[in-house]
């Protein structure tokens, strides 16, 4: 049960300040142990091991907790659980298909949008997505240290046009507070700067994370928020979700999100009308809905059946306006991400 008290929101009586870094270590990362504790199918076994070694398995335990044991179709457990799909090789699928190594003026910094840059803060995330096209790198290599900082506030300084930097990764919310808040305090230098934005998965089944320590670091601030998380199903909006949520808007936050559409996962109407309620509920409203990435392993997500155009007319026809999302595509080479519908 939802409560109001003097120190902000609380579920059942407790307060949601419980360390994040505790449940992020509680991670699945065994096959076997994630098949036997949703009690699937012993078939599943050999396969989901092999394709762990393609990618290999994250995804934290209360996750788990959201799925429906015993079903190999749960939307939930689709997104995390290695397939033998995976090794299937399609001639149009790339290792790289949106050429993210070409708009690296360094390695860390992605600079394909006019005025807006993506910082690639930690190769780490808190889950493996099995659709994700970091799948087939190893980003520890490209992520931006400390020791880069200078680099970095030369090139934003020198490019008085960028006015928003993204904090994106890998998962930016697996860094510590402390690193937030000095990476922060260097941006605000940036005189142009008009927005901070984190792109972020994590919160979604660690809200914890979500604490007043890490609104502290931005009540200071000059910088605009923006948090845009990544849901993909309404049943991946917890009670605790739509607790953080609402505190986080009560902090400041612009609150967006942004999904995949996925084969089996939520490609049909009905299943992203509820996601767009339940979004609204915890104070998120949809942002971009994206065709999945023609990525090497992930082709068993594509919704080439789908019809996008009824699937978007639909939506419209059930949702007020603010809670239809927009379908786009990434393409190489363009000034923004392409709207479909
Ligand atoms: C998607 C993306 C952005 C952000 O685009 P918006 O349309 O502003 O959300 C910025 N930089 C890169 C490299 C991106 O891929
Ligand atoms: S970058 Fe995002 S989509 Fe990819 S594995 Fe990490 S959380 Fe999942």
């Known amino acids: 049960m939802l409560t109001r008290t003097d120190d902000g929101l609380q579920i059942n009586g407790e307060d949601l300040s419980a360390d994040w870094r505790t449940e992020l270590a509680e991670a699945i990362t065994d096959p076997d142990e994630l098949i036997r504790r949703l009690k699937l199918p012993e078939k599943y076994r050999q396969p989901a091991r092999r394709a762990a070694k393609l990618f290999p398995l994250k995804v934290p335990a209360r996750y788990i907790d959201l799925m429906e044991p015993g079903n190999i179709a749960d939307p939930l457990l689709r997104q995390v659980l290695p397939l033998g799909e995976e090794f299937h090789q399609r001639p149009d699928y790339l290792l790289d298909p949106?050429?993210?190594?070409?708009?690296?003026?360094?390695p860390g910094l992605l600079h394909k949008y006019k005025n807006r840059v993506l910082l690639i803060t930690t190769g780490a995330c808190a889950i493996h997505c099995r659709y994700c096209f970091r799948r087939n790198f190893s980003y520890s290599d490209q992520q931006i240290s400390s020791a880069q900082w200078p680099k970095l506030l030369d090139y934003l300084m020198n490019n008085t046009h960028i006015e928003e930097v993204i904090l994106s990764g890998g998962d930016p919310l697996m860094l510590a507070d402390h690193k937030l808040r000095k990476l922060l305090l260097q941006l605000e230098k940036v005189a142009h700067l008009q927005t901070i934005?984190?792109?972020?998965?994590?919160?979604?089944?660690?809200?914890?994370?979500?604490?007043?320590?890490?609104?502290d670091i931005f009540a200071q601030s000059r910088l605009s928020r923006v948090l845009v998380l990544h849901i993909n199903h309404a049943r991946e909006i917890s009670e605790e979700l739509v607790v953080a949520g609402i505190k986080t808007r009560e902090n400041g936050f612009t609150l967006l999100n942004q999904a995949v559409l996925l084969r089996g996962v939520n490609d049909n109407a009905e299943t992203q009308i509820k996601l767009s309620k339940n979004l609204f509920r915890a104070g998120i409203l949809p942002y971009y809905l994206h065709l999945p990435d023609r990525v090497t392993g992930t082709s068993h997500f594509a919704?080439?059946?789908?019809?996008?155009?009824?699937?978007?007319?639909?939506?419209?026809?059930?949702?007020p306006g603010y809670l239809v999302p927009r379908l786009v595509r990434e393409h190489p080479g363009e000034a923004s991400k392409t709207l479909i519908m």
């Open 197 to 215: 934005r984190i792109h972020s998965r994590l919160p979604v089944f660690i809200p914890s994370r979500l604490s007043k320590q890490f609104y």
């Open 98 to 106: 949106l050429e993210e190594s070409e708009a690296q003026p360094f």
């Open 303 to 319: 919704v080439d059946h789908l019809d996008h155009k009824r699937l978007m007319n639909e939506l419209r026809a059930n949702l």
